[in-house]
């Protein structure tokens, strides 16, 4: 039996991410896939889950104002950001399972480890994201992430997240 994978354009992005413009760094998901099922809650079938998402860096978003007018960079946060963003969509499946039974979450980042920064991204360059996860303990993921332009990886970094059903309100 082979496991789906998904493609997932703006509007099914914005009805799973909380975020909004300016902060919405994720333009389109290009896969989530896996070799064992991705929707059903055991952790040991999270491990593996991949995803691959893109952002499109425009000169015409606000941080590129100040950091740094004369030349634009892509603050290294915002890279981590887009990296974390991507990331949670390795839980696409089984939430979109739990949500149309009326469940809600938040997904948290929590971690930031071995964060490299390797080139500039720069306005007109397209951030490919490819994230896996590497660790799930029912609330708390792990994940490996590396963001490519033109096939050039231009950051890394090892991310943790949490995630928090809505009827908790504390996250940490």
């Given at each position: ?61 606000p ?47 929590v ?15 397209v ?8 660790g ?7 994940f ?26 504390q996250?940490?």
């Open positions: 039996m082979e496991t789906p994978t998904y493609q997932l354009q703006q509007k099914q992005i914005q009805r799973f991410l909380p975020h909004r413009p300016p902060f919405l760094l994720v333009d389109r998901i290009l896969e989530i896939s896996n070799d064992k099922p991705m929707d059903d809650d055991q952790s040991k079938n999270k491990i593996g889950i991949k995803v691959i998402g893109l952002k499109c860096i425009s000169m015409n978003e941080q590129f104002m100040g950091h740094f007018p004369e030349v634009p960079v892509m603050p290294g946060v915002l890279i981590v950001e887009t990296m974390a963003q991507i990331a949670s969509f390795a839980m696409y499946p089984s939430a979109m399972k739990k949500m149309a039974e009326g469940e809600r979450f938040q997904c948290v980042l971690g930031v480890d071995n964060a490299r920064f390797r080139n500039p991204v720069v306005p007109g360059d951030i490919r994201v490819e994230a896996e996860v590497t799930c303990r029912t609330f708390l993921w792990t490996k992430c590396k963001a490519y332009v033109e096939g050039k990886l231009v950051a890394e970094a090892d991310l943790m997240a949490n995630i928090v059903p809505e009827s908790i309100k996250v940490f």
